[in-house]
């Protein structure tokens, strides 16, 4: 199983950016789907997160309000809408699968694409 995360790049702070993931040899609307990041010199953290059926959503307080998940399970597509970034939101970001409707762990995880926000 592997997924594939995509959509990173060199943005100003303001802008906008779109991630994508999606996922070979796994169902993404059979699993939670969720959003991570990790920035130089610090642990990998939750961003945001939505059940396989879209009712319900999870955010870190730090991009609420900024950033909003989605997917399209016909399409095996997870997106994560990134905008008013900040240069703190740089990172490299992950897409991972969680098996369970709520609580579990994340089971598959992407390769990660690079955030840089600059000032």
């Known amino acids: 199983v592997q997924l594939q995360a995509s959509g990173g790049g060199l943005v100003q702070a303001g802008g906008s950016l779109r991630l994508s993931c999606t996922a070979s040899?796994?169902?993404?609307?059979?699993?939670?789907m969720g959003w991570f990041r990790q920035a130089p010199g610090k642990e990998r953290e939750f961003v945001a997160s939505?059940?396989?059926?879209?009712?319900?959503?999870n955010y870190a307080d730090s991009v609420k309000g900024r950033f909003t998940i989605s997917r399209d399970n016909a399409k095996n597509m997870v997106y994560l809408q990134m905008n008013s970034l900040k240069p703190e939101d740089t990172a490299i970001y992950y897409c991972?699968?969680?098996?369970?409707?709520?609580?579990?762990?994340?089971?598959?995880w992407g390769q990660g694409t690079q955030v840089t926000v600059s000032s």
């Open positions: 040899e796994l169902t993404v609307g059979s699993y939670r």
């Open positions: 939505i059940t396989w059926d879209s009712i319900s959503t």
């Open positions: 991972g699968a969680n098996p369970t409707y709520s609580g579990g762990s994340y089971k598959y």
